[in-house]
């Protein structure tokens, strides 16, 4: 694997780095994000070639691509084995179109993929430097679980979690407070806004420098390139001939997911386009439409909570993959190829009214069961579907981000059915919590990080 991908800041004032630098960076000096200088590309032999192969072996290519330079390719083909050992299905609904579930990981929801990938890498890139990090996280619910159990017991990291106490489901709190070791979970006396603004502040605070801080969350180049890999493998099994057009429908936030989807697409597999689902957090369907962005200030509560971000962070990956750019503030400088844009994107807002109206509906009419994420997501389908009747019997995936039953109230309100737990949930209640309060402001945030930390 000789060839060698580095990785740029799409703020173009920082020099470019390797993989394994940028995965323990997150945000690039110059605020920028980083993306992979070239994006490699399979044939449409390779591609066809996956139809029999596990999901691993498919992420080992992938990765391989991508960093392959940087890992040995023993110790990369072990970590995707171990990180993968759970069901993705694919469930048919109606005509050619399916629900990929990926709600079967350890915290049922999608962020799994690329969490149990990034704790592997992190420490791998960590022992290797004979360094270590302080992972900061601030949480509304369902990444610091996924950020926890992913790099729960791995070495040279510590993570800290922060989460508004009155804003997370017991559910959701106790998949986090239920693990200790080297987890550390904080709950704060404020909104979820509070939490991120405190976690922003520590990493630009000087005084904190010697703790090491890093974040993990979808800025993080990190995240994405994990999440090519279902897009891949949801082909490998469904398509029907070589180059067969497929579209996916993709319940979207932060975006980190539907660059996943960008990134498959580049690197050849035949995405013919990307359903762009969101609640009535609408700036890009707004951009997309009326070629003006505005952030959304604060962000509207939906029901589909994961998906209430206001601006984007990985908007500013898609404007640089379109010729464009937009800086960390969120203003274009230089404006993307909108025509392009608009051909390989089609967007769709879905109100919770809808949301709830299209899980009530899909039960009773293919039995099949959403929580309201992957409701967002299937609207986006139909929407389509309706205007462009010639698409009805295109090859189409929607993307179902987590499980019923970690949003079971909507469920139950919908269908009458009380969705069955994972069995990754199913002991929560028997295990003692353990986390520490701290009052919602920066002040008493640092001394408690100084304290515990350093
Ligand atoms: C995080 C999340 C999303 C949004 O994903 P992005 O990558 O931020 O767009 C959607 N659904 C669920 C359940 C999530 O947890």
Redesign the pocket.
Known sequence: MAQSILYYSTNHAAPKISFGDALLQGLAPDKGLYMPDAIPVFSSEEITGFSQKPYAEIAFAVFSKFFGNEVPANTLKTMCQEAYTFDIPLEAVVDNKYIMRLDQGPTA???DFAGQMMGRLMQFFLQKNNAHKLILTATS???GS?VAHAFYKRSNIQIAVLFPESEVSDRQRKQMTTLGKNIQIIAIDGKFDDAQAMVKEAFSDPDLRHLELTSAN?INIGRLIP?IVYYIYAYSRLATSKDQPILFS??????????GCVLASKMGLPVKKILIAVNQNNEFETLLRTQKYAKIEPSINCI?N??N?GH?S?LARVIELYGGNMDEKGIITKNPDYTLLQNDFFAVSVSDELTKQTIARTWEQYNVLL?P?GAVGWRCVEEYCAQNPTENNALIVSLE??HPA?FPQAIIEQTGVNPELPPSLQNLDTLPEQFDRVQGNYATFKKYLLEKYS
């Not at 993709?250 to 660059?259: K, Y």
């Open positions: 929801s999608f962020k619910g369902d990444t996924a979808s999440q993709i319940p979207s936030g932060n975006f980190g997911d539907m660059m589909s994961a998906m971000v984007p990985n929580e994420h981000t987590a970690k």
